[in-house]
């Protein structure tokens, strides 16, 4: 589910981190089922993806990714160098300082560091409608919060802790942010599948899970079965700096 739910990132983004790098070298980092990864290859990189899950690499290694398992404070580059390294929906799970200061280690003078999350907001009077269903059924979930104000914010406030973890870490230029805008269509089925991929939402009991589905659909449902949603795919970016 996760692999089919999960949506791509814009091609803007892929071609800008390329155009910026000095070569196509690329690490993925928690490159879960490969969703970036493919994105890379098929403009030209040669990309290792490294992720804990094994399940996840896997699924990636079918798809023809080299992947190895590992969390990315753990992993052993060998001596191995890169060009790119990027964290796709993954950089909230590697400690951002000793993930800044691994990968100012294994890339090239001039190489980039590109870390991005899609942050996805439909239109308000259905959020409110999200928000709603998890005030009623999960209380005190902080997920009803997450409803409660534009996802974007969230996504750059987290965008703003990497920049200042990679500040921490030394050895690479001043942190950029890029911000790339795009939308999605979705029906209720699209959203039902896409729901209990996002964090947290699995570690509900089983019955509370299909209440929210439930209460969540019925929203889509009241809109006429399916919603724009609009996406910013947030990022934070740095140059390598020689030695």
């Known amino acids: 589910m996760y692999d089919r739910?999960?949506?791509?990132?814009?091609?803007?983004?892929?071609?800008?981190?390329?155009?910026?790098?000095?070569?196509?070298?690329?690490?993925?980092?928690g490159c879960g089922t490969g969703i970036s990864s493919r994105l890379f290859r098929a403009a030209g990189c040669e990309v290792l993806g490294i992720d804990p899950d094994a399940r996840m690499a896997e699924l990636a290694a079918r798809s023809g990714i080299a992947t190895e398992i590992a969390t990315f404070e753990?992993?052993?580059?060998?001596?191995?160098?890169?060009?790119?390294?990027?964290a796709a929906q993954s950089w909230h799970w590697v400690d951002p300082v000793a993930g800044a200061a691994k990968a100012a280690q294994v890339l090239r003078q001039d190489g980039r560091l590109a870390v991005f999350w899609n942050a996805f907001?439909?239109?308000?009077?259905?959020?409110?409608?999200?928000?709603?269903?998890?005030?009623?059924?999960?209380?005190?979930?902080p997920f009803g919060a997450f409803w409660a104000r534009p996802a974007l914010d969230t996504y750059r406030a987290g965008r703003a802790r990497a920049a200042d973890a990679i500040r921490e870490a030394g050895?690479?230029?001043?942190?950029d942010e890029w911000l790339f805008g795009w939308e999605q269509t979705y029906t209720r089925d699209q959203w039902l599948d896409l729901v209990p991929t996002t964090g947290g939402f699995t570690q509900n009991p089983p019955e509370i899970q299909q209440a929210l589905l439930d209460g969540l659909g019925a929203a889509v449902d009241a809109v006429g079965g399916s919603f724009r949603m609009t996406y910013s795919t947030v990022t934070a970016t740095a140059v390598r700096l020689g030695t």
């Open 5 to 29: 739910a999960r949506p791509d990132y814009p091609p803007d983004l892929v071609q800008r981190i390329i155009a910026s790098s000095p070569g196509l070298d690329l690490l993925d980092v």
């Open 74 to 86: 753990d992993w052993d580059p060998a001596g191995r160098m890169f060009d790119i390294v990027i």
């Open 121 to 141: 907001d439909p239109p308000q009077g259905l959020r409110d409608e999200f928000a709603e269903v998890f005030r009623q059924i999960l209380p005190e979930s």
């Open 171 to 175: 050895g690479f230029d001043e942190p």
